[in-house]
């Protein structure tokens, strides 16, 4: 190769003089792709080896070439470069499916580096002429452009398609968590439209003022969904303080603090309160407000004046820990609303995860509404005596979600998550394995079981019950029939006859993976529903793994093929294995709601993995780990991170999210989407990602790029009579109003936090429709940013 441009030299200006800062510039980019080379060398043929995909060997290989040549300033160096970019454009597609996301770690990275080569110091330190090594990568990486800036501006477009509806009566009332017994969130509401809905403006906001206390919860969880009965809103900050509120302009009209402890907690939550009237409403205490609170009482005040209600219980509440035990309070409390049924109000405990063996009961009891009075008691252990005990045998499963009621039925519907101690099965009584991760019904007047339904056997995974069952009515032949809907963690969707329990979409038992650790077994099969979508269940493979560069996806894949992975409901062992979904799910205790118009179900779910691995009862005394509550032991997020000890079980559990080097998910976006699902023909109608990529990056710095890329959800959805669903549930800080029909994105603000909780809507009295959600950022990041309430209307019509 000559050791100077082609051409004369411009006047006053030596070809050497000119040469040098080329050859500088050109070996200046071989020292940059040299590393990459090696790195895709190396980390390549390890991936092969694995007996993963050749191609980023072949690529390091190209580049390695590449960089030799250009190092000698010879053009033969860029076409290689620019082969390698074609090579890659044409595996990408192959193997990615054109899916945009899962292009843009293959091609962007490799696309920018080519963009050095085109620079004009560089072009010339390799003697590029226009009809060779830089027109040969500025068509590649034309071509890289168009296809991947083409395929973004080609996303379809929505115009406005709104459906024409009867009209509905607008409702004024939002009683229950779920607006109904039943739990589908659904709203007769039809002042907001999809032809009106991008009006929505902030019509007033509240801000409960609650911030962790000294020694107490390192992490708050605003994640209340208010109640409204008649032009009240009622609602509980994490440390269980009640307020009820003007609906129409957010004034607090009382506040009621229960004064709650939270010494030693992980965290401080309530997610809602109950609401009864009696039929002599107008006597004092003759509306009611029921709230269970983070150190285990059962209270009720006046819904007129936040007073406490004397009679009901101990000077008006109920301590929910006789029969318990002598436990640290941190490892029995509630964070969800309570229900009422009948005559009682029903509800649960929550415990922290992988604590130890023999954890408080996860009795479920029923209190007389108006004395606080226990009047049964369901508990796994013995689950056909029905009344309150005096002691409650430990180790069996909670219900920490909330419970649905058909009143017609006398039924109440108990969620029910795993026994303890999370992922080791081993020694559980058979109460435990019975009602482990299983909806039972029970009767509402004695609380013994009609029926009982597992979801996942011999759970070994988290694998909880997270969602509250939702009552509707199903399609099956030519009858309308009373059903049930549950998602759990697993994102399968079970559709059963509320009244036997009987499936009333397919369900069949598949083998799954075997081979738990010693000392434990693994069923044979599970449950699958075959006649419903599932949410957050693709396979994953080595193509869908993920990263923000070639490098880092590189590292995912290498790490996907070490890793065991046997399908779903691969079994933890003392090797690290990919637990897919999540510990999280799936679905969550968000739950879902349905379009009883539209007969639509809609499901915000996430697609995210996590890392399981058994550790020894020597590894986790080597690691300081203890229950919960023992002295020295500290809730931060940096102590759950080391993992769970699993006290009396031969072995602890460690779990982390699947994560490259840069702190992305491994796993291919979307990592959170929203769903809809036709109940009729059991079809999914729609599904899109839901999340903004603007909130996420690299080491947690956020991109700021304006793009759809599916983020985890936490939180629920609801529906409208006029065709609307309302969700936020992302930490993108945004609520969203969206098309149910279509799943077209109608309207989104900014919230002063992110909103892992579930918005309500209803009209007030001065005839505005509101959707209120809380914004309090997120417990898990224990982020504890400001706890608002939001409330958005349309502009208020002045009149003259």
């Not at 499901?603 to 993995?609: A, E, F, I, L």
Request: net charge positive; glycine share 12%; with cysteine.
């Amino acid at each position: 190769m000559p050791e100077h441009l082609p051409g004369p030299a411009p006047a006053g200006i030596s070809r050497n003089h000119d040469i040098r800062p080329s050859r500088i510039a050109v070996r200046v980019v071989a020292i940059l792709l040299a590393p990459i080379a090696l790195v895709l060398m190396v980390g390549g043929g390890q991936l092969l080896l694995l007996g993963g995909s050749p191609y980023y060997m072949v690529a390091g290989l190209l580049i390695a070439a590449a960089v030799l040549l250009l190092w000698r300033g010879d053009r033969r160096g860029a076409w290689i470069y620019g082969a390698m970019l074609g090579a890659t454009l044409i595996w990408a597609l192959w193997e990615s499916g054109g899916d945009l996301w899962a292009l843009a770690p293959r091609i962007v990275g490799p696309a920018i580096l080519g963009l050095l080569l085109l620079l004009s110091p560089v072009r010339r330190g390799y003697g590029a002429r226009p009809i060779h090594g830089g027109w040969f990568i500025g068509g590649g990486l034309l071509t890289l452009l168009l296809f991947a800036g083409g395929a973004w501006l080609l996303q379809p477009i929505a115009t406005d398609n709104a459906v024409a509806l009867p009209a509905a009566a607008p409702p004024t009332e939002w009683r229950q968590w779920g607006n109904g017994a039943g739990g589908d969130r659904f709203a007769s509401a039809a002042q907001l439209t999809p032809a009106n809905v991008a009006r929505l403006q902030p019509a007033w906001s509240f801000e409960t003022g609650a911030k962790p206390r000294p020694g107490g919860a390192g992490a708050l969880a605003f994640e209340a969904t208010p109640i409204k009965v008649g032009n009240r809103l009622f609602l509980c900050s994490p440390h269980n303080v009640i307020f009820a509120l003007d609906a129409t302009t957010g004034r607090q009209l009382w506040r009621f603090d229960p004064h709650t402890k939270d010494m030693g907690h992980a965290f401080a939550n309530c997610r809602g309160v109950a609401y009864h009237a009696f039929a002599d409403s107008a006597a004092p205490c003759g509306k009611r407000i029921y709230s269970a609170t983070i150190d285990a009482r059962l209270i009720a005040v006046d819904a007129r004046t936040g007073a406490r209600c004397r009679d009901f219980g101990r000077d008006g509440e109920v301590s929910l820990t006789d029969g318990i035990g002598n436990y640290s309070s941190v490892l029995y409390y509630v964070t969800s609303t309570p229900v009422v049924s009948g005559n009682v109000v029903v509800t649960g405990s929550y415990g922290l995860d992988g604590q130890k063996m023999d954890q408080p009961s996860g009795v479920v009891r029923g209190y007389d509404l108006a004395s606080g009075e226990p009047v049964w008691a369901f508990d796994p252990a013995d689950p056909e005596r029905g009344t309150p005990q005096a002691r409650y045998a430990p180790g069996t499963p909670n219900m920490w979600s909330v419970a649905s009621s058909d009143e017609r039925l006398g039924l109440v519907y108990l969620p029910f998550g795993v026994a303890t101690p999370d992922f080791f099965g081993g020694r559980r009584s058979p109460g435990a394995e019975r009602f482990s991760n299983a909806i039972v019904a029970v009767d509402n007047r004695t609380g013994r079981p009609r029926w009982t339904f597992q979801t996942v056997h011999h759970d070994l995974w988290d694998y909880d019950v997270a969602s509250q069952p939702v009552l509707t009515d199903v399609r099956v032949g030519d009858r309308m029939i009373p059903a049930l809907v549950s998602i759990s963690k697993t994102g399968q969707s079970f559709v059963l006859d509320r009244a036997t329990g009987r499936p009333l979409s397919p369900v069949v038992e598949k083998p799954v993976p075997q081979g738990a650790a010693p000392g434990d077994w693994t069923a044979p099969t599970q449950p699958f529903s075959v006649g419903m979508p599932a949410f957050g269940a693709r396979a994953l493979t080595e193509a869908t793994m993920w990263g923000l560069t070639p490098i880092d996806q590189l590292w995912c894949r290498i790490a996907f093929r070490k890793l065991r992975y046997d399908g779903a409901f691969t079994p933890p062992r003392q090797d690290w294995s990919i637990q897919y979904p999540g510990s999280a799910g799936g679905v969550n205790w968000g739950s879902i709601s349905i379009d009883r118009q539209r007969r639509i179900m809609i499901v915000n779910s996430t697609n995210m993995p996590t890392l399981n691995h058994l550790i020894s009862a020597k590894e986790v005394r080597a690691l300081g780990l203890a229950p919960m509550g023992t002295p020295g032991q500290s809730p931060s997020l940096e102590r759950f991170r080391l993992g769970v000890p699993q006290t009396g079980a031969p072995y602890g559990a460690q779990n982390h999210m699947f994560l490259s080097p840069l702190g992305v998910p491994c796993i291919q976006p979307p990592f959170g989407t929203l769903s809809a699902v036709d109940l009729d023909s059991r079809k999914l109608l729609w599904s899109k990602p839901i999340g903004m990529a603007d909130s996420m990056g690299p080491m947690g710095i956020p991109s700021r790029l304006p793009f759809t890329i599916g983020l985890p959800t936490l939180g629920g959805s609801i529906t409208t009579a006029s065709g609307l669903t309302f969700i936020a549930s992302t930490p993108d800080r945004r609520l969203r109003a969206i098309e149910t029909a279509t799943g077209r994105l109608l309207w989104q603000t900014m919230l002063p936090a992110s909103a892992n909780a579930t918005p309500m809507t209803y009209v007030g009295d001065d005839g505005r429709q509101y959707v209120v959600i809380a914004a309090g950022g997120s417990a898990a990041l224990a982020s504890n940013e400001r706890n608002v309430l939001v409330a958005y209307a349309l502009p208020q019509i002045s009149r003259r």
